[in-house]
Structure formats: structure tokens, C-alpha cells
């Protein structure tokens, strides 16, 4: 999965997106070859809950001039070089009235920082700091800033994949930064994969609502339509981003804090050989804000790597290929559709013999590996999962209350189903 | 008690019980001795939830004879020689014939293994492994098993100790195992003796219902004639086993994790100067999985020594009476008969004084030890218990709070009830 | 406001005070220059739930003259001399026959125990036990207490301060004990100064419930009066007693255990930098014990420095003012007003956007101070108390969420409040 995940990094990486225009748009029909998402326009000036949809915006050109004719803070070179949004501008301007439009990072000062003005409309350069100060302060200076703000739409990317059940689980991206690697390609790029995998699920139980939304507003706009059916039916939901780095895993829970999402993700995480950290919800995150708002207050947690805002290279330059390795996106991939399975096989199960043990034998039902110890352990799993197969107790608290990975289960609860033994009830 | 214990444990030992049988009917009528049970009779073939009664077992000889005549895994000598409920037999055979009926601990050289066919009609022997590793590989050797398998019946012993109150104290152990000593003489000893202490209880709160069973099948079938009175009137239950060997005590909790049975036993363990080890509920365990079984999830657990499956002795020839010791078989007894005490002080009370702390002076309720420390530590208990005899508290969850044994209390307890202070609500 | 505690103290310090009587009387007249009690009168022999006032005590004189006419345990010097509530006394007696009315502490031979007697009449005297090992056992003592037991009544003070809100605060100390600094003078000087500034704050939420009563029999007769309505509007409540020594700070939880009251406490506590320990109820304390009488419960606990009972000097002459400081005192006081804080800003609030989060620069709601790091904060407060103003939980329960002291959220609830971005719903 390596090849083809840098294989889409790649077409990616260029564009120069935000939470309009053609650059989101033909982002979504490269990741549409991974995942069939059906695309939403939502109009410029749509009133969606507190917020207005803006213009649309489109860029084709923007660079500095220097007094001596140098081109600096070129566009074409990298797109984080001008503030995302930023109004056209072309004219004159000496160094002191060009400096109030100039982003840079003192402390860091060979990265280019990524600044956005969505909502306050003004034009503005980022530059690496070593670059503008070590730039003329006398003679003149020529911006151009080629970019367009119009009418137009936002576009959204979202599918629902239905199972046998109308409960959902909720899996959410965020599309709207430049060339940026971790946050975020690496969320998008995560989440289109892991529906490849999911859509091959034979029998799937849970249906699965895959939103790619520009943060915040679009988040915002998809709430405003279809968040009356999510509250409803979402038993869980995760944010995808920050996935290819090579930091540990960190799990940030639902503001409900032991929410279902909460519980299998953790419960996976404990189970699994990979070191993690655990934290509560915050507001200083993504959209789980959105999701999590009190209207909502969806079960949405964000099982990362390293945090946003934690990592010294988040929105900057310095976030990029270098800084992420496909193996890492695969792993985190991996770790979704781990979590994905055991939503698949948890649920409340009933035992047909509810007043003493089953007699095992009678039913045909002892393992029969080679190991004995293998077979001890199957017994032992199968007898824990018909004890605990009350009608109440979900697989999830069984596995957790034997301390092993619910996957482990999967044999005893297909063999139970198989023989009648067993039914699921939710 | 040590001495009256050890003179029924070797009448008891040389017995040859099963789950069904003359060997567990002599064996009751000893226990009658002790405590007067009355003894049901299951037929073969009955129907008890998903099992079925199986055909009556009684045997009368078993030994295998060498090529040179010498005669081994002889029955007369210890009744473990014999796979618990072999068919009869009597042949002629070769030793590559005969090793697919023979049991030995390839880790355990010396111990003949206790092995059980209850289901599944076959016969074997059992026998140390280096006796049989040494035996020639060529000749003819000759085995007999005079056993019978017939219609019949399963015998169970229970007796139901009336008290004030309908509520129940659910006290089991069980008998179907031949002549080991821990697992299970011990349990059946306990529970004999325990019974003698509670009788002589004057103004028993609780019913104590006391049940002998064959392992799993018996308490299965008691289940099917008792457990929906049981259901309902059960406050508490605890099986006895492996109560005699040396080893720190260990709780095993209910299904339910914190029922009124935990909360005493682990109370009771924590205030005494014993060291112990408390765990959940699993399946790798005794009839407590029958009584926690989902249909019924009785509060029902299990005070324990040495863990059965975790002492190397277990189901062994070694488990012994040299691996026990009358003297910590006695000591369980009064640790269980603690626990019975706390239940029948245990309660709700309401003082007849809830607005302010009632004038003690008034009520000549201040003590009169001639200690100033017995009677402030005293003065401190009554208070306590006052305050929090709000009908509504227990009075071992205000021994928790402070921290100090419940039978602390019974001296304040009888002086508030003598002098109407308080009534005992439930 | 050290030196006006100073001057109040030592104008309350050489009353003779005591569960009744004109010394009682004296110090509320005193202590009405601060805060305007109401004082109630309740007569000797009123039935006050299970206790009845007692007669009205007033002393003029007690001294013993020793056979060489030498004056020891004099009243006038020090009001501890006497055992409080002595009935009056004047004769000629020996030593051995004194000896049974003396009280002294053999292991702090230098201090004058404090002891009474209010239910038991009798008479004695305290003295250092050096002193009294000291006198002739030779030779004629004569005796004298000048005191009067008669119909009279119990003086009460308290002041409900209304709020806008019909829910309380109690706040109650204790005034009934002679000359000591810490248990008592401490607490009542610190209530009534307490008052002063509850009483400037504006726009108070809750009202404000003073008591100011005897030990014990006081708050039941205070409770008899008023506990149903208490019990009604009490929201929370502390017992100011120990406040002036130099101890760390201690908090008592409620009966209740995790009432508001113990909520609000810990959180301030915690949220501080001064040192202190927790601890449950227990019965051996002060009005506590009346305020959570079963019939009660109300959610009352007590916020000390050094613990009753637990500090050497604690009922002694040593209790005096060397042993406090009033610059401890102040602080005390001072946490106090930060617990009153704590619940006035306390609150259940709902924001108006409850779907997604609000635009905030639309609403002009980004703060601006100079400092972007104190921004950054502000909006994170900002932030999460909108995404918590669901109409469900406190402020509180925010601030806990993020693990700072709830007074940082004043200026984000205002600024919110004003612009009718969330209003207060509780």
C-alpha cells in the first residue's frame, strides 16, 4: 500500500487548496479514483448554523519583486509562499508599507509559516525570516497577488457505505491546507485508503459515513445538513489526521469522554504493542470541535500521532514529505481498520442456554487445535463469551474484563452463531 | 476442631466418589453425622437445563497385570489408578494397545493425574509416569475394571437453616471427587463444620441454605429444581473449596463484582491481619460459574486458599493429606464463620433521633470501660453509627467509612437496639 | 484588616463566655459593630429536638484560698479556672475532698485545662497540674464560686443577606467558649469579617445565612427553628472554626461526601498554592455534626488550618494569643472569599449557538490584550466554556475539565453574558 499511498501523495502535494475553490476541487477528483465520494456545492453567501459560506476563492500567480528585479515569495514555488485567501493586489510599495503584509517566524527562521485570512479580507507574503530580512529596505518593491474572491461554492466530499445496520460510524477529514504533509495529506490520504478497505468487508454490520470537508466551515455547512440524522444514528466517529509522522500514537476521546469510540479505541490501543498516550477532549483541535459542539455532542474522538501545535513543523514549510514516511501512514491505516474490526465484531450477544453453562460437548462445541494450550485458551474464551452473553454485556466489556484483544473472540462468536447458540441482539 | 476434623477427613478419604454412586452416598451419610442434610435422588436420564443425569457409576475393582504378573494401577490401593467413570473391561492387550487408555504427568513423574470421563464412555488408568515408562514394552498384559454403569440415580445433600428472615445465605461445596484432599475434602469438612457454628447462632437474621453437590451436573440439577426461589431470596452465596492447604487466602468475586457477597468478604479480609488476594470472577473456576451462569448471576463467590489449577498438587495424588493441615482448615472455617457473623450484624438501622445528634447523656448511653481510650474509641463508634442510621446506609458500608471492623460495632449496635434507640430496618 | 481583627479580638478575649449567660450576651453586642445579627432568645427548658435548653449561667467570682491564704485558680485572672457552668460553692474543705473537683492534664503540667459541665451539675476548678502538686496536702482550702444557674434563655445570633437567588450558603461558626484564640475566637471573628465582604459584593447570586451559635445545643436550636427551610435552600455550607494558627489547610468533606460544597472547597484548595489535606466526615468535630444529622444531611463541610483535637494547645490555656496571628486569620478569611467567589460565579450556562461553534470574530469576541501568549489562553477558555454551555454543566465542572481555577473564566462569562451569547440558566 506503500507505492500507491506516495503514489497519491504525490498528485497531491502541489495544489494549492483552501476551503473553496478549483484547487479543492480537483483535489477531490483525484482522491474520488480511490473512494466514489459524491460531491457537495454549497453556494457562497449559505447561511450554514452560526457561520456564512465565503467567496470562492481562486489563485493563479503571486511573487514579490525585490528594488533589484529578484522574485521572492513566488506562488509557483511553493503555495504556502502567499496567505491563503489573500485579495488581489498588484502596485508598488517600498519595503516599510510591504512589511505590514509580511508573515515570517522569527524562531524558526528558515520554515515559511501557513497563515490563512478567510474571514477578514486583506492580502499578505510569507517568507522565510532569514529571506525578508535579509531583503533591501530601500527601493522599490512590486507585489502581484493574481487571486480572485467571487461568488461561487464550497465543496464537501462525503459517501455513506451502509451495512446491515442503519447505526453509523462516523470517519472524518479535513481538505483545505496548501502543501503541507502531516496536517494534512496525511489525513485525507488516510481516510480515502481505509474505505477501500472497509468496502471490502464481507457482511458488514455497521454503515459508514466517510466526510472529506474543508475544516471548521465545511464541517460546519455538512452539520447544518445532515447533523439531525448523524445525532441520531452515530455510535461512534473519529477524526482523522496527523498520520504519517513517526510519533507515537495519541488518542484524544470524545468530549463525552467514555463514549463508545472512546472505549474501542482504547481498548485497542491497550491491546496493542504500540506505545500511546490517552488525553481528554480540548478545545484546541479540529473538527471534533464541530462535532462535539453541545447540539451535537456527537461520540467523536481523533486517534493520532504526534498533536497539532505539538510538532515544532505543524503549519510550516517543514511539514512536509521529508517529515512523514508512507510506512507510518500504513501503520496508522492499519490501526483505523483494527479499530474498524472490532466495532465489526463487538455487540450484545444472547446465549440460547442462559440457566447454567451450555454442556459443551453435547453441542459439538470443543476446539480441536494440536496446542493444548491453544485449545485451553479457546475453551476458556469460548466459556467467557457464553457467561457473558446475557442479552446486556457487550463483546467489548467481555474482552476488556479478560483483559484480551476482542479479535480474539472472532472464532468462539462465529462458531456460537454458527450452531445456534448464541444470537446477536444489538 | 482440628482433632473431629481429622477423624472425618480419614473416614472420608479412602471413598471412591464420583458424581454418581455408592461411594458419594456413603459418603453423605458420614456428612449426616454432622449436619442433618436431606438427600435428593436424581434419577438417570433427567433432564436438568441443557444437561442430562447421567447413568449411575459403581465400581468394585481395577488393576492392570504386567507380562510378569505384577500388578499395577491397582484401585485397592488409591482410587485414582482408575479414569473416574471407566466402562467395564477385561481384556487381554498389548502395552501399544493399552498406552492409548493410560494417563500419566510426563512433568510430574511421581503424582498419579485424577482424570474424569463423565460423558464419554471409555475406560483408563491412571499412573505415575516413570511406573509407567519403566513397564516392558512386550508381552501380554491383562486389565480389569469391575465397574458398572447403570440406571440409577445422582444423590445431592442441602438442608435450608431457617432465620428470622426469608433472605438467604447461600453456603456450597461440592462432593464427586475420590480421595484427594484439598480439592475437595476440605470443601465439604468446611462446610460440615461451619454449618455446626451457624445452628448454634441464637436469633439468626438470615436463611442459610447449605448445598453438597457433584461438581457443575449436581449444582446444575439443584439449579433446575431451586434456582428461581433461590433467584429471588439470595442475598448473598460463596462456594467452599481448597480450604486447607497453607497458602494466603484468596477471594474470587461474583459475576456482579461488588455484590453484598464481596462487600463483606473483602471487608472481612481487609480488617483482619491475614494475608490475602482478591481477584474477579472468571470461568476457570467451580460451581460458581453455574450460580453466576447468565440466567440466574447469583451474588455468588468464593473465599478460597491455594487457587485450584494454580497449586502444583491439583488434581494429583499429591493433594494429599500431608499437602493439608487440620489447623488452617480450621482457621478458614472461623474466617468464613466471621463473614457469617458480619452478615447477621450487618443491616440498615434508623435512629428514632434524626434532626441533631441525639443527648446521650439523657439516654445513659455513654460507656463506662474503665479505660478513657476504650470508652472515647467507643463514644466515636456510637456516634458514627448514629449518624449514619439514616435507614438508608448499611451498617458495614459505615464500618468502611471508618475503616474499622464491623463487629466493632455490636456492642453499640445491642445497646441502641435495648434502649430504642434504633431500628433495625432490614 | 489584621488590626481591626486585632482590636476585636482583644476586646472579645476576657469575656467569660459559655453556652448561655450574659458573658454570650456581651460578645454579641460586640460583635453586632460588625455585622448586624439578628439575636434570638431561647428560654431555659425549651425542648429543642432531643435536648432542652438548660438553665441561664452567670458567674461574678471564683477563687481558692489555700491554708496560707495564698489565691489560686482565680477567675478573674483566667476564666479557664473554672469548670464552666459550675454551680455556686462556698465552703471550707481539705484537699483530699478538693482533690475530686480538680482538673488538670498530668502530661502538660503547665497549662489550665478547659473543661465543662453543662449537663451534670457540679462544680470545679482547672489548674496547671504543677501548681496543684504544688499545695499544702495539709491545712483548711476554702472555696468559692460566685456563680448563678436560672431560668433565663440561649442566646442565638445569624442574618440571612439575600441574593437573587433563594438558594444559601450557610456559614456558621460557633461562640460559647471563654477565653481561646484559636477554637473558637477565630471563627467567629473571621465570619463576621467574612461578612463585610460578602456584603460589598454586588449583584450577589446567592443569599448569604449566618449563624452564630452555641456549640451543639445552639445549632440544634437554631435547627429546630429554621432546618426545614435550610433543608429546602441550602446549596451548600461550612463550619469556620481553627483559623488562626499557622497550620496548613484542612478540609472536612461533608457527610455527603461530594456535595458542592466539598466540590467548590477542593477545587479552590487545589487551584491554590498554599498546602492542605483532605478528609471525610467524621463525628468527632463541631456543628457539622448537627448540620449532617441524618434527618438533615445537609451539604456542610469545614474548611481549618490545624484540626480540633489535633493540635496540642487545642482546649487549653495555651490556646491564647500567642498561639495565633492575625495575618493568618486574614488569609483564612481571604480563602473563604475565594469559595464565596467560586459559587457566585458558578453556574449552569447555555450558549445560544449550540449547533457547531459560534463565529467568534462576528460576535467581535477575540480578546486583545497586548500579550499573544494571555490571548491565546483567553480564547481557549473562551473556547471551552462555550463548547461546556450546554444547559447541563457547571462552570465548575469546566474549570475542573481544564484543570484551573474557575475565577480565570470571570472575564470570558461576562464579556459572553453581555454580548447574550450564553445566558445563566442556573
Known amino acids: 500500500m506503500t507505492e500507491l499511498l506516495e503514489k497519491y501523495f504525490d498528485r497531491l502535494w502541489p495544489i494549492c487548496r483552501s476551503i473553496t475553490g478549483n484547487g479543492l476541487r480537483e483535489s477531490f477528483r483525484i482522491l474520488q479514483e480511490i473512494i466514489p465520494l459524491e460531491l457537495l456545492e454549497i453556494p457562497s453567501g449559505t447561511q450554514v448554523h452560526d457561520w456564512t459560506v465565503p467567496r470562492e476563492w481562486n489563485i493563479r500567480d503571486a511573487y514579490i519583486l525585490t528594488p533589484s528585479g529578484e522574485k521572492v515569495g513566488d506562488f509557483r514555488r511553493n503555495n504556502l509562499h502567499v496567505v491563503n485567501y489573500s485579495a488581489p493586489v498588484s502596485q508598488k510599495i517600498s519595503y516599510q508599507e510591504l512589511s ?82 502531516n496536517n494534512e495529506l496525511s489525513g485525507p490520504l488516510a481516510l480515502a485508503f481505509l474505505y477501500t478497505r472497509i468496502a471490502a468487508l464481507e457482511n458488514r454490520e455497521y454503515s459508514y459515513r466517510f466526510v472529506f470537508a474543508p475544516e471548521t466551515i465545511g464541517v460546519i455547512a455538512y452539520l447544518s445538513m445532515f447533523g439531525e440524522t448523524m445525532k441520531q444514528n452515530t455510535d461512534a466517529g473519529f477524526v ?66 504526534s498533536v497539532y501545535h505539538e510538532f515544532s513543523e505543524y503549519h510550516t514549510s517543514f511539514d512536509n514529505k521529508n517529515f512523514i514516511s508512507f510506512r507510518h501512514l500504513e501503520k496508522s491505516i492499519l490501526k483505523y481498520m483494527e479499530i474498524v ?78 450452531k445456534g447458540l448464541v444470537k446477536r441482539e444489538s
Open 100 to 181: 505590514a503584509h509580511i508573515h515570517t517566524l522569527p524562531h524558526k527562521p528558515e520554515a515559511i509559516p501557513y497563515i490563512t485570512s478567510y474571514y477578514n479580507e486583506r492580502w499578505g507574503f510569507c517568507l522565510p525570516h532569514q529571506q525578508w530580512t535579509s531583503l533591501p529596505q530601500e527601493g522599490e518593491y512590486e507585489v502581484v497577488i493574481d487571486s480572485e474572491l467571487s461568488e461561487g461554492s464550497m465543496t464537501i466530499g462525503h459517501l455513506l457505505l451502509k451495512g446491515r445496520s442503519d447505526r453509523e460510524i462516523l470517519l472524518s477529514s479535513y481538505l483545505c491546507h496548501p502543501s503541507m504533509a
Open 240 to 305: 482523522l489526521t496527523c498520520l504519517g509522522d513517526s510519533g507515537n500514537y495519541n488518542y484524544k476521546r470524545s468530549k463525552l469522554e467514555s463514549s463508545l469510540a472512546d472505549q474501542v479505541a482504547e481498548h485497542i490501543l491497550k491491546q496493542g504493542s504500540d506505545e500511546y498516550a490517552t488525553r481528554n477532549f480540548s478545545v484546541g483541535g479540529s473538527d471534533e470541535r464541530q462535532y462535539c459542539s453541545p447540539g451535537y455532542n456527537l461520540p467523536v474522538g481523533s486517534l493520532m500521532r
Open 341 to 418: 474490526e472490532a466495532f465489526e465484531l463487538n455487540g450484545v450477544y444472547k446465549g440460547l442456554i442462559q440457566l447454567g453453562e451450555p454442556m459443551l460437548g453435547k453441542h459439538d462445541m470443543y476446539p480441536s487445535s494440536a496446542s493444548p494450550e491453544v485449545n485451553r485458551a479457546e475453551v476458556m474464551r469460548l466459556m467467557h463469551f457464553l457467561t457473558y452473553a446475557d442479552g446486556n454485556t457487550s463483546l467489548l466489556e467481555t474482552a476488556v474484563k479478560m483483559n484480551c484483544h476482542i479479535s480474539l473472540f472472532a472464532n468462539v462468536v462465529k462458531m456460537c452463531l454458527d
